[in-house]
């Protein structure tokens, strides 16, 4: 009696044990093991667990990576629902990266509203962007009932500057824009005393963690970094509506 009774509870030790070696680590412990291991300049945001493949979620600003229950191991990629076709990592960082639209300082933008301008966007561009001039000439070009807030973000050069300055110094912005951005017309060069909202659209775009342009915002406070095609403009639209 007594032995058996010494085994019960050698077994019911045992699966203690188990169980403690189960149990997953915290998400401050994750995070404890992997940011030292990603270098001295690499700070966390924040690690929380997810729901598939037993894979924990580390946010570095805008980025999204993936690490083991160890901390040992490093995902950088997408996930996919294969049922589904989901994107699950697309929809995570359109989740960590929208702003408050409403919360934009039009007023430093130039309008441009094409037909009854009913579907409203906003675009980060260089003048000095060949991406964004694509972007211009094809898939904005194409798209109609729609209002485009552009910020003259100059991160590209250093006459990024004087150009986004002429522009907006000038009698009409937008046309000045397009016949810069479309035809490669430069705009008069704007009179000394004339200001412009650069340093500050620059300011706007580190905080929201805008790296390259053009970066499209949408009215849901989504987010697109780099140039579309107007179909892919035209389903996000579309979707928008639903």
């Not at 600003?61 to 191991?73: A, F, H, N, P």
């Not at 001039?133 to 485009?148: A, C, G, P, S, Y």
């Not at 907006?168 to 008069?188: E, L, T």
Request: proline content about 5%; hydrophobic content about 35%; overall charge neutral.
């Amino acid at each position: 009696m007594r032995k058996s009774k010494t085994v019960l509870l050698l077994l019911s030790a045992l699966m203690a044990s188990c169980v403690g070696a189960e149990t997953p680590p915290t998400t401050d412990a994750i995070k404890k093991l992997v940011e030292p291991r990603l270098g001295s300049n690499v700070k966390v945001d924040s690690v929380r667990e997810t729901p598939y493949g037993g894979l924990y979620e580390i946010r570095i600003g805008s980025e999204i990576l993936y690490t083991d229950k160890t901390g040992t191991y490093l995902f950088s990629g997408h996930v996919f629902n294969l049922t589904t076709s989901t994107d699950l990592t697309k929809e995570r960082l359109e989740e960590i990266n929208k702003i408050k639209f409403s919360d934009l300082p039009l007023d430093k933008a130039i309008k441009t509203v094409k037909g009854d301008g009913s579907r409203v966007i906003a675009v980060f561009e260089d003048p000095n962007c060949g991406y964004c001039k694509r972007f211009r000439q094809t898939t904005l070009k194409e798209t109609d009932n729609i209002t485009v807030y552009t910020f003259m973000y100059n991160i590209l050069a250093d006459d990024s500057f004087v150009k986004s300055k002429n522009i907006w110094c000038s009698p009409d912005r937008s046309k000045a824009w397009d016949d810069w951005m479309i035809n490669n017309k430069a705009a008069p060069v704007a009179a000394e005393k004339c200001e412009s909202p650069n340093e500050q659209v620059l300011e706007l775009g580190h905080k929201l963690g805008v790296s390259g342009t053009p970066a499209i915002f949408f009215a849901d406070g989504t987010r697109v970094p780099g140039a579309i095609d107007t179909k892919a403009l035209e389903e996000k639209l579309a979707k928008m509506k639903q």
